[in-house]
Structures are given as C-alpha cells and as structure tokens.
C-alpha cells in the first residue's frame, strides 16, 4: 500500500528556468485530495539534491541552504502544496548524501513523521538512474516524467499523472478517480460534472461542461469570454489506471447559438458583473480571469446576510 508519494523538483515539476512545466498545478490539486487504500490522506513531499553545506556541516549552514532552495521553490507558486516546508521538504544537505541513497528517503520520512517504510513510497522523478535505484534496491515505486530527447517514461504530461498515481495508490477509491479524471479534463478546458462506471470493462462515462467562446458583436467588452456548455462523453483507462482514451462530444451549432442569446440577454439587462465590480446591482453573473488568462462567465455567489 502506498502512504507517501516523494517528488523530485527541478526538471520533473520545474524546467530549467524555473517554471512549472504545463498542468501541474492542477495535479498536484487532484494529488492533494487524495486518500491511501487504508481512508488515509496521501502524504506528499519534495525530496532534491541541492547544494550541500561544506564540512562541518552547522545547522546554520544548512538552514541557509535551505533558504536558498525556498527562494527558488517560491515564485513557481508550488509552495503551498509542500507545506509546512519544515517538514514536506527534504535537500541532501539535510541527509548528508545525494539521491538515490537510502539514507535521503529515510530522512524525508523522518521530516515528514510518517511511520512507513521505503516500500510504502512513491518516487516520481525524470531521472533514469534514480528510478533504477529507487525500484530495484530500495523496492519503492516509481512514475519517471519524460525527460528531454527520452523515449522511456510513464507519462509525458502532468495532466495524465494524477489517473497514474490513483491507480498505483487506491485503485478502489472513487473519490481518488474523480479527482484525477477531473484534473485530466479540466487541462482540455472540460469541468468533470460527473463520472460513472459502465458495463463495458474499464469504460466510465462522463458529465461534464466544456468552456465554449461565443462571441457578441457590438460587446467588446465580451470579446472572447468562455462559458459552459454542457457535454457528455466516455473514458477508457487501462490497467494501470491512466486513461487510454477520451471521447467528448463537442458543443452543437444550437447549443452555441442559445448560450449567446442566453449571454446577450444577461448583457442587456446589466446582469454581468466585470471583474472591476462594475454591473447592475441585480448583477447575477460575472467574469473570472484564470490563471491563464481566460475569461469565463460564471454565477455568482451570494452570501447570506
């Protein structure tokens, strides 16, 4: 049973220049949600090589190496899910010796105060010859991401990796599945509604809403907003629990056309809200930017007074 999942930073969740590599953010959301075969929450942690504190090694200098690493670690924003640093985030400085050495992973699971053995653990990471080390001396399991010119890998984009580590860590949980499935088809700009098992093996079928343009004539202001329209569709996964295959359907002719009649309505009736706050005070909906940088045009949400 796996209780841990350990990731390597530089060149599996960060490029070279520093910046996450597309869709993880969103999956390291799906992993954070995600619970062991036991009910348990899935505990997670950054185990890297980093500079290390030249002999003697004072807690002084590794606490400046430390810092060091946080200042690059902070401007990609994957920070948060590796809180409290103290304990999710482990350097070689910190164990003396650099990966794949046993000791390493022994002192991220001390950091972490996780009671598990080595063979609870999950390591992802590009490295070819730590995946080698990981699996066959220290029986840990592993995903290697595709590193640059590589033709053996288990997955290539983020976006497939949460259904992989679902599979590998509780292939029973339906909540593990949705919120894995939901981080795959929200990197095609589908929100997952819904997902169901059907008869066929393997096959699940899905509710969803796929963000659609439309466009408005004469409303520069709504030039380029998404909104949602519903779809539905079906998933094949295979048997380790990444998805094989994907069939949505897409948005018809009619559809588009009601869900701008339906947006020019709102519009002439000042029931959008920019995102300045401007609007009608019966302002019902309003547009969000993403991260992106897409518009959607969302309801609202009123809070009791």
Not at 171 to 185: F, G, V
Not at 231 to 242: H, N
Not at 280 to 304: M, Q
Request: proline share 6%.
């Amino acid at each position: 049973m796996i209780r841990v999942v350990m990731f390597d930073l530089g060149l599996t969740l960060i490029d070279a220049d520093n910046r996450p590599f597309p869709h993880v953010k969103d999956a390291l959301d799906a992993i954070s949600t995600f619970r062991a075969e036991n009910g348990n929450p899935l505990r997670r942690c950054l185990v890297s090589d980093f500079t290390m504190a030249s002999p003697p090694a004072t807690s002084a200098k590794v606490s400046a190496l430390f810092k060091q690493y946080l200042a690059i670690l902070d401007p990609t924003g994957l920070r948060p899910f590796f809180e409290p640093v103290s304990k999710r985030i482990t350097l070689s400085t910190h164990a003396g010796v650099l990966k794949p050495d046993r000791k390493i992973f022994e002192t991220a699971l001390s950091r972490l105060g996780a009671g598990v053995q080595l063979q609870e653990c999950l390591f992802i990471t590009e490295n070819a010859a730590h995946i080698k080390a990981a699996r066959e001396t220290l029986e840990m399991q592993t995903l290697r991401f595709r590193s640059a010119g590589s033709n053996q890998f288990d997955f290539e984009d983020w976006a497939q990796a949460p259904a992989l580590i679902a599979g590998l860590v509780a292939p029973n949980q339906p909540a593990n599945t949705h919120a894995a499935i939901k981080a795959q088809l929200a990197a095609q700009g589908v929100d997952l509604l819904k997902l169901e098992n059907t008869a066929a093996p393997n096959e699940m079928k899905i509710t969803a809403q796929a963000w659609t343009p439309v466009s408005l004539p004469g409303h520069e202001d709504l030039k380029d907003l998404l909104i949602a329209i519903p779809v539905g569709g079906k998933m094949k996964r295979g048997s380790k629990g990444e998805v094989t295959s994907t069939k949505l359907e897409k948005p018809s002719t009619e559809q588009i056309s009601e869900a701008t009649d339906f947006v020019r309505s709102l519009a002439a009736h000042g029931q959008i809200e920019s995102p300045g706050g401007k609007g009608g005070s019966g302002a019902t909906h309003e547009i969000k930017t993403d991260e992106k940088g897409k518009r959607r045009l969302v309801r609202k949400r009123f809070s009791a007074v």
